[in-house]
């Protein structure tokens, strides 16, 4: 789902410049059950053993 945020909404919050730098703020919603497994991926991603499987996978002379 996908959520955009009318000019003069938008234009009245005052850390709009924290968010976005376009005209309209989007945002894409997505299922509770998909969030939760993104956000599972994602913080996986910045674990020690994350780092490790990379590098097991990442061609030689690549830093």
Do not use: N, Y
Request: net charge positive.
């Amino acid at each position: 789902m996908r959520v955009e945020f009318s000019q003069r909404d938008d234009s009245r919050c005052p850390v709009k410049a924290e968010c976005t730098r376009s005209r309209r703020r989007r945002l894409t919603l997505q299922p509770q059950a998909e969030h939760e497994v993104l956000a599972r991926a994602r913080a996986e991603q910045h674990t020690d053993q994350w780092d490790i499987a990379l590098r097991r996978l990442r061609p030689e002379g690549v830093p």
